[in-house]
């Protein structure tokens, strides 16, 4: 005996045993004229991952219950009941309705997973288009298993509507669809999938290879999504807040608010408020962003604390003091304070930014050292958190006694020399040069006082032989500088 023949055979046995009991096991019995409902059709659409069901321990069924344009059971419903893989069997609401006992896993009639959908995108809501999906798996002898559909407006307390019935087509894995129009009711509704082979139809009539998965699925619109945000948390003038928001149906207008005071609003994307700060008092305030879809749902951002800053900070020099005199390195600070926060001070040396710091004690060592002799005009400048600048001025007088300078012009490099020799020296310095004294060698000559500065040498007074010349220049303050070195030759 083959095994058709046999499962055809254990069929009439079964149909004997339960006959008057409201289960069908007759094979081949073609469906009552009642289940001549509109013909699925093979699904068009791919199959996405948004909004995947979860076994909800509650219905004891796959539910989605976030606001979405789908749901899938995925792989939850893999199988049936004891004859397969099927994970929390028998996955209908509230395990109402049991799986068929008997069979083998995709070999026998099994819904192996339900997928609804709206047909323009758009949330589930009344009046809404949806496409359901199911992917079952058919008897060799397909012509004898037939797929229902139903549809509950209440999960909670499901009474189930017929919407599609019709044979199965092919044998093995196979996605069959039908669309239907969404209807008022709760919120949470749901749909059930049958896959039976010969039975009478019905959302729960028991037989042998009956496989019922239920799917549960939120009718709604969701709430926007908003989130605010500004350049600076620490601001004054005009301030641009700025607002990301989005919804399934479409955003209606995004108002803008200080606390509890309405600031404005924006009706189209990109969503943003110029917002005159002037108008409010220097202070800590808290921005948010309320989000309007066209359903009439809202949305309020997380809160931004916010400081407005429109006084600009105050600053004074407390070294040097107007009309010092300075030199060589010279310590400039500054006192500064603001309402909310002083980044820095800059310190300018004739509208030339010398350096800055950006803590207490406000300070800079001046090198005034190459500086020109001469007054300059310092500058503090003190800048707050919110972009606000002030600054104080005093004009001091820079004084660095330079070292002097100079060289010998004579004898020239090489010269020979012979007799007196008149050595001279061409010496400058900015305060003035007080005297120049020779050397040949690391022998001391004589020195002058007055210039030009020049001395009569007496070669005579030295033996013959290579030399050089060097003279020591002194300015009135003590500074001192050594000339280049000039070689000659005493010859007699």
């Not at 909800?56 to 976030?66: E, K, N, R, V």
């Not at 007074?461 to 005493?490: Q, W």
Request: aromatic share 10%; charged share 15%.
């Amino acid at each position: 005996m083959n095994f058709t023949r046999s499962r055809q055979l254990i069929s009439v046995v079964a149909g004997l045993m339960f006959a008057g009991c409201g289960v069908d096991y007759e094979p081949g019995l073609a469906p009552p004229a009642e289940e001549s409902l509109p013909s699925l059709e093979v699904a068009t659409q791919a199959v996405s991952t948004e909004n995947m069901a979860v076994y909800d321990t509650t219905f004891m069924a796959p539910a989605c219950l976030g606001f979405g344009s789908s749901c899938d059971t995925g792989t939850l419903v893999d199988g049936r009941g004891p004859r397969g893989p099927e994970s929390n069997a028998p996955n209908t609401l509230f395990s109402s309705c049991v799986d068929g006992p008997a069979g083998t896993y995709h070999l026998d009639e099994s819904v192996d997973r339900v997928r609804i959908y709206t047909q323009d995108g758009g949330p589930f809501l009344p009046g809404k288009q949806v496409t359901v999906e199911a992917t079952v798996w058919a008897y060799h002898l397909y012509a004898n298993d037939t797929f229902d559909l139903y549809y509950a407006t209440d999960a909670n307390a499901p009474q189930w509507t017929q919407l599609a019935s019709i044979q199965a087509t092919q044998a093995g894995a196979h996605v069959l669809s039908a669309g239907f129009t969404l209807s008022e009711g709760e919120a949470l509704q749901a749909i059930r999938a049958v896959f039976r082979y010969t039975s009478s139809a019905g959302p729960c009539v028991a037989a042998n290879y009956t496989d019922r998965d239920d799917l549960v699925f939120r009718l709604g619109d969701a709430p926007p999504a908003v989130s605010l945000s500004v350049e600076s948390p620490v601001a004054g003038g005009t301030v641009r807040l700025s607002a990301s928001a989005s919804d399934d149906l479409g955003v209606d207008r995004v108002l803008f608010y200080a606390g509890s005071q309405y600031l404005g609003y924006d009706p189209t994307a990109p969503y943003a408020l110029n917002w005159n700060s002037t108008l409010y008092i220097d202070g800590t305030y808290t921005l948010t962003a309320r989000a309007v879809d066209s359903a009439g749902q809202t949305t309020t951002s997380a809160p931004i604390t916010f400081v407005v800053d429109n006084t600009a900070p105050s600053v004074a020099f407390t070294a040097p003091s107007a009309g010092a005199l300075l030199s060589g390195v010279s310590t400039l600070t500054a006192s500064a304070s603001d309402a909310n926060d002083v980044v820095r001070v800059e310190f300018l040396a004739d509208g030339t930014v010398v350096g800055s710091d950006d803590s207490q004690p406000y300070a800079l060592d001046w090198n005034t050292i190459g500086i020109a002799n001469g007054t300059h005009l310092l500058t503090a400048k003190a800048y707050d958190a919110a972009g606000h600048v002030s600054e104080a001025q005093v004009q001091v007088t820079v004084h660095n006694d330079l070292p002097p300078t100079g060289s010998i012009t004579a004898p020239g490099s090489g010269a020979v020399l012979s007799g007196t020799v008149n050595i001279s020296v061409n010496a400058l310095d900015d305060l003035g040069v007080d005297r120049v004294t020779f050397y040949i060698g690391t022998h001391y000559i004589t020195w002058d006082g007055t210039p030009p500065y020049s001395i009569n040498f007496n070669s005579l007074n030295y033996i013959n032989g290579h030399y050089t010349l060097t003279a020591r220049i002194f300015d009135t303050a003590g500074n001192m500088t050594v000339t280049a070195e000039v070689p000659v030759t005493i010859q007699n």
